[in-house]
């Protein structure tokens, strides 16, 4: 059984993620004058549709293209003797310090958490007639699967498949997936709870929501 108050403190010890940013093909850089230290910004807008903080220009074949940030962050490192430089597809160009967010600290818990059932292959996945009318009734809490149990259905190139459940015995805490959409092979579709872990992962999160100073 995983201690859920350890993993807390362990991800509060280092609370970000070093996101690196790489060229994404091949081209001749300019950095866009930002200094380490700068904060940076992520798209912007109600459907993310401003880009980020430009932090750097690819030109290839006189086609400049902006490299912008993916993410709020503020800038450790930058690769400054490239600048001017014609570099490769994949090239390290800067490392962005991005502090975690709330939600980004209860994702991280649960996947580690929970047991993930995971996407058998690339298709669209539908909880049963059932297990759907009881999530839609109360929420997915209300659902306890065990082994076997036939949850979910699979939808790929006009066929429809059962879906059974593998796993431990409990709730489901998480849904990963939404309808409609296809979801990769090896992907979660649900983080289920072992009833027993309930109320310590209840705490967690809710100490998460509570304590959580966002940056």
Known sequence: MINISALLEEIKASPYREITVTTPHTGRVTFAG???????VGPQGQWKERPGTQLATLERERNPKPICATEKGVISSIHAELEGQFVEAGTPLMVIRHMLTRDEVEH????KALHLFQAPERAKYYFTPEVDKKIRAADAHSV???DGMEVMIMSRMKREVPLHYSGPEGVIYAVYFKYNENIDAGAPLIGVCPQDQLPAIQDVIMRVQTEWAER
């Open 108 to 111: 991280l818990i649960l996947k």
């Open 144 to 146: 306890v699967v065990r």
């Open 34 to 40: 930002l200094s380490q230290g700068q904060e940076v």
